[in-house]
């Protein structure tokens, strides 16, 4: 298994880091915890393919938890061109 932090800011973004969002892969399963407004910049920017990733795991309802979820689905429709379900959990 293999965790790799992809933001770890603030609401803000303070000191140029991307918003909240934590990608957890292990064999061919991949999903993410928190997907923050910057989350897709920082999946490109960290080699991250947003296809390979089957769930999002939101922790709370904060908007720098899960402000980039339109962005995901938007490059799935647009961009990408995904071809496989992405399902969404919060607790």
Not at 17 to 27: D, I, L, N
Not at 79 to 87: F, H, I, K, N, Q
């Amino acid at each position: 298994m293999r965790l790799q932090v992809l933001g770890c800011s603030d609401a803000f973004g303070s000191d140029g880091r991307f918003h909240t969002c934590f990608h957890v892969s292990a064999g061919s399963a991949s999903f993410l915890v928190d997907c923050g407004a910057s989350s897709l910049i920082a999946m490109r920017r960290f080699g991250v393919d947003p296809n390979t990733i089957r769930t999002v795991l939101i922790s709370d309802l904060h908007g720098d938890h899960f402000g980039g979820l339109p962005f995901l689905l938007l490059d799935a429709q647009f961009v990408s061109r995904r071809t496989t379900p992405l399902t969404t959990s919060s607790d």
